[in-house]
């Protein structure tokens, strides 16, 4: 590049000559220079914009062009990928312990009709109202005929009805296909399951919801599709579950009862191996039962974890217990069984006028369950210490378990705890909680005194809970519940090889208008351990309006309604728990003895 | 030369053409296989969870306790008790049978005193 100088001699000479100045000429070749250095850069400018503004257009283009294709073509599904994943299940199945399907899916037809396309309305109503008997032909054909353009006819079809259907061969009517919740053991676990519905429904699919029970509390699991393909693995145990329901039903037809519950755990996991509550209903079909006025005759109703009952006596041996755990007193310490007393207004008498002698050594009192004795057992704890026990135990709170029903179950109690509620309390009458925390309560107190969380959910590590009571309470509480099986009140519970250990309880029910309790009606429970050298399982057994009639007159205490039936659902469960019977010592003098009767009631 | 060059690439274009064109249709032929493949696998696991609640179904306990008392005398059956349980090593063990060794017996090489059969019978 050739430079222009900016003071060229020849004009610089040239003006000065002429007398012009020549500092004018160096402006103007400054300003020629600057003029042209400024195109040059413009130019540059302009290039790299258009060529920017081309990179942006090319850019848009494409996703624009890919847009458009995407838009104008039709959807196919990638078929180059991978396979294998389910489509199948849209809810996952729910096992046992063992891996036996509890609740499982099945594809089925919902029935739909477009009244548009129906040829023959009248027709197709009557012979639709023959298969299905629940509709009816005239309603069906006015719904047909009213202008409507879409309509539900059945929600569900069995391989049969839909074969039906279609050899009606109208062309209005439609099937969509359906997965429906099926639970094919029928009413087994019916209160644990809960059951499902229909949620949103749609021609191609409609979605399932759970209910009730398990299915409602875990709807979140379940219907995971990330999870869908993996069972949701329970630590109910079919085999145990359908003994017990059946000895259970066997029990409270035997003994009059209106209704029944029972729960098998584990003491150390907490794991609930068995619960049932009668009468039960069939999940498959749960539209069908309608709601009475009354909760607790509801078949939906769940004993075990809704009831909510003043349980007896089984709540002396957590008084026991607790004045073990405090150091006032041991299993042979004295307490007074003297006569009834007052507390404020509210008298405390022995369960039909019994007299157990001045005193009974505190192993004594479970053992013949002496509500005196246990009324003073309350009164050496007192108030505060005894409600922050029952507390620990897990007693005054809603049961905690994977079930929907269990967030209603609130324990009741007077408030404030006062001295007739700490009397009381102790014999097991002004609390009322639920049976599934009656049992979490006993697997704390036998299993070393851990405190034990109720799960229904199957798991290889347990965390062990915070201490309730020391080893060695726990030990004595369990051969106290012992003595009570060996000779006390819940005699017939003596399973040979099981050493059950446990406590009868027998609560009369509050009458209906509030005034006082019935002497006819009462709830009956046991609450046992097994075995009692070793604490592996809980049982709880409860009947509801029990009466024993097979004696010259009708027995209403535990231990002779609950206690034999908890003693046959042991004899019978032992074996499938996989629990050797243990040898016992016996003499032969024993052997040929007659059975115990229970020494005394409540 | 450059004729030459200029028709063998033309053979090459049209083979590596035929070439494409064949595998476009192999992979179509195979993607179509494939779909209806993945359509068999999923009405066999349909079925298969058809069979599964069938067999859930079957099994259920109910029908099972009917089916055993219908059969209880016939199968010679017994209520399970805790009785019937026990240790592994309660079991007794078949009784061994000795040997029987009649007549001469020949030996080779060193012996020393072996103990055989449960009786504990010695074959010097």
């Excluded at chain 1, 005929?145 to 279609?166: A, C, I, M, N, Y």
């Excluded at chain 1, 009741?412 to 925390?437: E, I, R």
């Excluded at chain 1, 090889?497 to 509030?514: L, M």
């Excluded at chain 2, 083979?15 to 476009?24: I, K, P, S």
Aim: hydrophobic fraction near 45%; aromatic fraction near 6%; proline fraction near 6%.
């Amino acid at each position: 590049m050739i430079r222009t100088p900016l003071r060229p001699l020849a004009r610089i000479l040239d003006a000065r000559s002429k007398g012009q100045n020549p500092d004018v000429i160096e402006k103007e070749n400054l300003a020629a220079r600057n003029d042209a250095l400024r195109d040059t850069s413009r130019a540059r400018a302009e290039k790299r914009l258009i060529l920017l503004a081309l990179c942006f257009f090319a850019s848009f283009a494409v996703i624009g062009v890919r847009m458009g294709t995407l838009a104008a073509s039709t959807p196919t599904e990638p078929r180059a990928a991978a396979g294998g994943s389910a489509i199948t299940a849209q809810r996952a199945d729910i096992v046992d312990r063992k891996g036996r399907i509890l609740a499982t899916n099945m594809l089925t037809y919902a029935l739909y009709a477009q009244p548009r396309d129906l040829v023959d309305p009248a027709g197709t109503a009557m012979a639709l109202a023959e298969i299905f008997p629940e509709l009816n032909a005239k309603d069906l054909q006015r719904r047909f005929t009213d202008g409507r353009s879409f309509l539900w006819v059945r929600k569900v079809l069995s391989p049969e009805q839909k074969q039906r259907v279609h050899e009606i061969g109208d062309p209005g009517l439609y099937f969509g296909p359906r997965e429906m919740r099926l639970y094919p053991n029928g009413t087994l676990a019916a209160h644990i399951l809960g059951g499902t519905a229909f949620g949103t429904e749609g021609v191609s699919s409609a979605q399932v919801i759970g209910t009730a029970g398990l299915e409602a509390f875990q709807e979140a699991r379940l219907s995971d599709p990330a999870q869908s393909s993996t069972p949701l693995t329970l630590s109910i145990d079919l085999t145990l579950q359908a003994t017990m329901e059946e000895v259970l039903l066997t029990g409270m037809t035997t003994l009059h009862a209106k209704g029944a519950a029972a729960i098998l755990m584990d003491v150390h996991t907490g794991e609930v191996l068995a619960m049932a509550s009668l009468p039960d209903f069939d999940p498959n079909d749960r539209q069908g039962i309608s709601a009475t006025r009354d909760p607790s005759d509801n078949p939906l109703f769940n004993r075990a974890v809704q009831g909510v009952y003043e349980l007896g006596s089984t709540f002396k041996i957590f008084a026991a217990a607790q004045v073990m755990e405090l150091g006032l007193a041991t299993p042979d310490t004295q307490i007074d069984t003297a006569k009834p007393f007052r507390v404020g207004r509210f008298p405390i008498n022995e369960f039909d006028g019994h007299n157990y002698g001045p005193t009974k050594s505190l192993s004594d009192v479970i053992a013949v369950s002496s509500n005196i004795g246990a009324a003073h057992l309350g009164l050496m704890i007192g108030g505060e210490r005894q409600k922050g026990f029952l507390k620990s135990l897990g007693l005054l709170d809603a049961p905690q378990i994977e079930l929907t029903e269990a967030r209603s179950a609130r324990a009741m109690f007077q408030q404030p705890w006062n001295d007739v509620v700490t009397v009381t309390a102790s014999y097991g009458h002004g609390v009322a909680t639920s049976l599934l925390n009656l049992a979490a309560a006993y697997a704390t107190l036998s299993n070393g005194g851990t405190k034990v969380t109720p799960t229904l959910l199957h798991s290889d590590h347990h965390v062990l809970g915070p201490r309730v009571v020391t080893e060695e309470t726990s030990q004595a509480a369990v051969l106290m519940m012992r003595r009570v099986v060996t000779d006390g009140t819940a005699t017939f519970a003596n399973v040979p090889g099981y050493q059950v250990a446990g406590k009868t309880g027998t609560a009369e029910k509050p009458k209906k208008d509030g005034r006082g309790y019935d002497k006819e009606k009462v709830i009956n429970t046991f609450a046992s351990v097994f075995p009692a050298s070793d604490p592996q399982y809980v049982l709880v057994v409860t009947l509801d309006e029990p009466v024993e009639t097979a004696g010259p007159k009708p027995l209403r205490t535990a231990g002779y309604t609950a206690v034999p039936v908890a003693a046959a659902i042991i004899r019978r469960i032992g074996p499938l728990v996989g629990l050797r019977p243990l040898v016992e010592e016996t003499t032969l003098a024993e052997i040929n003895a007659p059975p115990k009767k229970p020494v005394a009631q409540e | 030369m450059r004729p030459f060059l200029s028709i063998l690439s033309f053979i090459l274009v049209m083979t590596l053409a035929f070439w494409a064109y064949r595998e476009n249709y192999a992979t179509q032929t195979q993607l179509k296989d494939m779909a209806k493949v993945q359509n068999q696998i999923a009405a066999l696991r349909d079925e298969i969870a058809m069979q599964k609640a069938e067999w859930a179904y079957l099994n259920r306990p109910t029908r099972l306790r009917d089916l055993a008392a219908m059969n209880f005398d016939r199968l010679g059956l017994m209520p399970m008790a805790a009785l019937q349980l026990g240790a592994a090593s309660d079991v007794a063990m078949p009784v061994a049978e000795p040997l029987l060794i009649s007549g001469e017996v020949q030996a080779d090489g060193a012996l020393a005193p072996v103990l055989v059969g449960s009786e504990g019978a010695q074959i010097p």
